[in-house]
């Protein structure tokens, strides 16, 4: 891992950059994955250490995704961690494009979703559906682009699979270059683009630390082209 998707590090807790295409955590032989790279930089950092470094993971990005994790480098801080991503301790914040124009400039949407693990899809269900989880989060219209494209800045109340997009589609809103939950309108527009990405990034986290009680934020820019390449360059 590049010492410059280190955000922030201390004995308890480590914060990185994800970016796209790698996946928070995998099984999988031969494929990187963020807990792999957090370790080997860990294990480099301090070749002092006699034990395998530990790396514990409290909340997930899907693979896809870019964005700020935090990570726990100890049981009793992957515990307290763990707790405030399970509430709303942990403030999570989202930049997105999305395709579409007739709907508020603002507004929170609750749904409930059903994840199909044969598949890897999660739907939008009646909430008496067994197995459907309670989906929460709030949006606000940050600025229009080209083609109908809207940058919105998505706050996250729960967290679900493929939560904001699912939700975000179901409400009229799909996220640029999201070809599994967009439909054939939304591929087109990406291709039309030059956009292969889905246009999502957790640009902001905020969380108390484990151990001083300390609050803190994380702010980072996307990197993605699917911000950069229809304009949208302010992400305030």
């Given at each position: 891992m590049k010492n410059e998707r280190i955000l922030y590090e201390d004995n308890d807790i480590i914060v990185c950059h994800k970016p796209a295409g790698i996946a928070t955590q995998t099984?999988?032989?031969?494929?990187?994955?963020?807990?792999?790279?957090?370790?080997?930089?860990?294990k480099t950092a301090h070749p002092e250490w006699k034990s395998p470094p530990y790396v514990g993971v409290v909340h997930r990005l899907d693979q896809p995704v870019e964005g700020i994790l935090v990570f726990a480098e100890h049981k009793a801080a992957a515990a307290d961690l763990s707790r405030q991503a399970a509430g709303d301790s942990m403030k999570k914040e989202y930049l997105a494009v999305v395709c579409g124009e007739n709907f508020p400039r603002a507004g929170e949407l609750t749904n409930y979703l059903f994840k199909d693990a044969k598949t890897n899809t999660s739907r939008v269900v009646p909430p008496e559906v067994k197995g459907a989880k309670e989906a929460k989060l709030s949006y606000e219209v940050?600025?229009?682009?080209?083609?109908?494209?809207?940058?919105?800045?998505?706050?996250?109340?729960?967290g679900r699979h493929h939560q904001i997009r699912v939700q975000m589609a179901n409400a009229g809103m799909p996220l640029l270059g999201d070809r599994k939950y967009g439909g054939e309108a939304v591929a087109a527009l990406s291709s039309q683009l030059g956009v292969r990405e889905i246009a999502l990034c957790a640009y902001r986290?905020?969380?108390t630390h484990p151990k001083t009680g300390e609050r803190m934020q994380f702010e980072i820019e996307p990197e993605g082209a699917a911000f950069h390449k229809i304009g949208f360059e302010k992400f305030q």
């Open positions: 099984a999988r032989v031969g494929q990187a994955d963020m807990v792999s790279e957090i370790s080997n930089y860990l940050l600025s229009q682009g080209p083609s109908g494209t809207v940058l919105v800045r998505v706050r996250l109340h729960t986290l905020a969380f």
